[in-house]
């Protein structure tokens, strides 16, 4: 069982930078990989895979947003962020973590990232 909470969404305007963070409240995260992803506005429930970093600390990235957003994480927060970088308006929407484990899939219920002056 995994319980993950996102945090640091923000008006920002475009180039700026923003930190999520993805916080196991329950749940080892050091056991897992987790994936961050976006849903943008208007897509409905479709979700991009945007990064993902593995429990060995492998990170991996969309080509849209690799070589400006950045995931890390830090196991004695029990925590995963993405940095994020040059932030565009076409960046803009919800942004949620998610680890698998034991024939689950646990989701984040998100946080709101909007790019615009």
């Known amino acids: 069982q995994v319980h993950l909470v996102e945090s640091g969404g923000d008006l920002v305007p475009p180039g700026g930078s923003l930190n999520l963070s993805c916080v196991a409240s329950?749940?080892?995260?050091?056991?897992?990989?987790v994936d961050w992803y976006r849903r943008l506005p208007g897509s409905g429930d479709d979700r991009d895979l945007i990064?993902?970093?593995?429990?060995?600390?492998?990170?991996m990235y969309m080509v849209s947003v690799k070589g400006r957003f950045t995931v890390s994480r830090d196991n004695t927060k029990n925590a995963v962020f993405l940095h994020m970088q040059k932030l565009r308006p076409t960046d803009s929407g919800i942004y949620y973590c998610?680890?698998?484990?034991?024939?689950?899939?646990?989701w984040g219920e998100g946080t709101l990232v909007t790019v615009s002056q």
């Open positions: 990064a993902t970093i593995t429990k060995g600390g492998r990170e």
């Open positions: 998610k680890t698998e484990g034991e024939g689950s899939h646990y």
């Open positions: 329950e749940g080892d995260l050091a056991k897992y990989s």
